[in-house]
């Protein structure tokens, strides 16, 4: 029993500098398993004296436990520098740059639209929408437009076979029926822009069968032709960010203005190069007017106690010119490089909401 002192120094310097868990469970099974040393020793005290058997015993518990409390000591030092070790290994660099990922783009329509949407927005306009498939009402008879209207023969318009009543439906020939069920559904005051698709039986390097357009409507009792010209002239500037730009407003003809205003914006074409901007030359970009009597009595409103105007244009033709677009027919083809070369990168387009 002398030697149990020495014999517990030196299991406790064995744990304390045991290398990892393995070295550790291997120290436990020498000492503390079923032929350990400790356990040995246990054994022997059956053969000694009731009172020799008690002091020994305690000594050799004592033994025991000390060993076991360093066992653990030593097990949860081991685990913490290794878990120092692992942080250190793993550290992420955080000024390393990222790794590019591909991005998508934002199609020009998409971005004028977003950019029509701030402009008209910011002059108190809201957004209003509707159905691709119209009837001949609303696509034509209540915009004033005869039933001997050109725009209305079957080598223009896309009809789809007649319905029940007889009746054939059209896809919408413009955005302009829908000045029409807004006013058969909201009294004035109206301020609202449609922008949507369209359709017309034309294809060629400046038409499409499919294209976008945007309506604008105001209804109220005192919109006059001034207010008309006023939000255009000012549309057409920011739009195309020319502060001093010239806008012509032209005597013109739709069924369902009166008077009707084809609208052109200045630009020069000198050496073969079309800028925008004050020049000698202009460029047809919107068509507009003050909106019929007859369209207002059609929906329902009082012709004599509310006016006000309309105005429509093609996105395609606007985008074209304000990005320098060359192919109506290339909006359609889903080409990835053209997409990245005139698309525009998410949170960096130039938008009017998030200012230029
Ligand atoms: N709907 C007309 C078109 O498609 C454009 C327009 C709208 C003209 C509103 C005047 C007023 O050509």
Known sequence: MQDLEALKESLLAEAAQAADSAALEALRVSALGK????????????????EERREA???LNAVKDALTDALEAR?????EAELEARLARERVDVSLPPRPRPLGRIHPISQTVEELVAIFGEMGFSVAE???IEDDFHNFEALNIPPWHPARQDHDTFYLPAGEDGERPVLRTHTSPVQIRHMQEVKPPIRIIVPGRTFRADSDA???PMFHQVEGLVIDEATHMGHLKGTLIEFCRSFFGVEDLPVRFRPSYFPFTEPSAEVDIGCSREGGQLVIGPGKDWLEILGSGMVHPKVLANCGI???KYQGYAFGMG???IAMLKYGIPDLRTFYESDLRWLRHYGFVPLEAPSLVRGI
């Open 35 to 50: 032929k350990g040393r400790v356990t040995q020793l246990m054994k022997t005290l059956r053969g000694l004296s009731p």
């Open 315 to 317: 996105i395609e033709r």
């Open 206 to 208: 400046t038409h499409s």
């Open 57 to 59: 015993g305690q000594r």
């Open 130 to 132: 509707g159905p691709h």
């Open 302 to 304: 009082d012709p004599n």
């Open 75 to 79: 097990k949860a030092s081991l685990a």
